[in-house]
């Protein structure tokens, strides 16, 4: 006689959907991620599967934002049929391991716009 998938055999646990996504860590206005594979339907305080990498956002004294990944168990976790989080796909667009995010291009976008408007009235100002 077999067991329910809810007596806690790990049945249910093998087959049901994972994603990749963000955990937050660190303190009030210092951010830290894990980027972990987990159940979809858990919360990301609850226990995850396996830590896939880190990212922190805030750019420390070379004005960088570390991240690091292991690609490998990423490759493998996507193959398995994980999905991903909107912010997660964003990350590893730019770093190359999935195409370029869409969001991605638009912020660029915003920025180069925002940045020649903020030259365009620097140039103004100086004129004047």
Same mark, same amino acid.
């Given at each position: 006689?077999?067991?329910? /998938?809810?007596?806690? *055999?790990?049945?249910?646990?093998? +087959? ?11 303190? $009030?206005?210092?951010?830290?991620? +894990? *980027?972990? !594979?987990? =159940?979809?339907?858990?919360? &990301?305080? &609850?226990?995850? *599967?396996? &830590? !896939? @990498? ?6 420390? =004294?070379?004005? =960088? ?5 292991? $690609? ?6 996507? @193959?398995? @049929?994980?999905?991903?989080?909107? /912010?997660?796909? =964003?990350? #590893? @667009? *730019?770093?190359? #391991?999935?195409? !370029? ?5 638009? $912020? ?15 140039? !103004?100002?100086? $004129?004047?």
């Amino acid at each position: 006689m077999s067991l329910s /998938p809810a007596s806690g *055999i790990g049945r249910f646990y093998k +087959h049901s959907a994972k994603i990749i996504r963000f955990v937050r860590l660190g303190c $009030t206005n210092r951010p830290f991620y +894990h *980027i972990v !594979v987990m =159940e979809r339907r858990k919360n &990301q305080h &609850q226990p995850v *599967i396996e &830590q !896939v @990498g880190s990212y922190d956002p805030l750019p420390n =004294e070379n004005n =960088e934002r570390l991240v690091a990944l292991n $690609t490998e168990r990423i490759r493998f976790w996507l @193959g398995k @049929g994980a999905h991903m989080s909107e /912010p997660a796909a =964003e990350l #590893l @667009g *730019i770093a190359g #391991l999935l195409p !370029v995010h869409p969001r991605t291009y638009m $912020t660029a976008w915003r920025n180069r716009r925002a940045a020649a408007e903020a030259e365009a009235t620097g140039k !103004v100002a100086e $004129t004047a």
